[in-house]
């Protein structure tokens, strides 16, 4: 792996993953749907729904 990247310039966000994950994935809001603590989180009129403010989820 490190050969990889050996040419490679440092930047100031090598490491952060959170960065990563948003550049790489545009929306992880879909992934709410298979989180049993987040049932509901489709409806646009729950509570949970309201307070995080996904995309909109419903089929």
């Known amino acids: 792996m490190t050969e990889a990247v050996a040419g490679l310039d440092e930047d100031r966000r ?3 993953w959170d960065w990563c ?3 790489l994935f545009e929306d992880h809001d879909v992934l709410m749907l ?3 603590s987040l049932g509901g989180v489709e ?3 729950s509570e949970i ?3 995080l403010g996904p995309a909109n ?3």
């Open 14 to 16: 090598d490491f952060d």
């Open 34 to 36: 298979f989180d049993a």
């Open 43 to 45: 409806d646009s009129g």
């Open 57 to 59: 989820l419903a089929h």
């Open 49 to 51: 729904n309201q307070a």
């Open 21 to 23: 994950s948003d550049v």
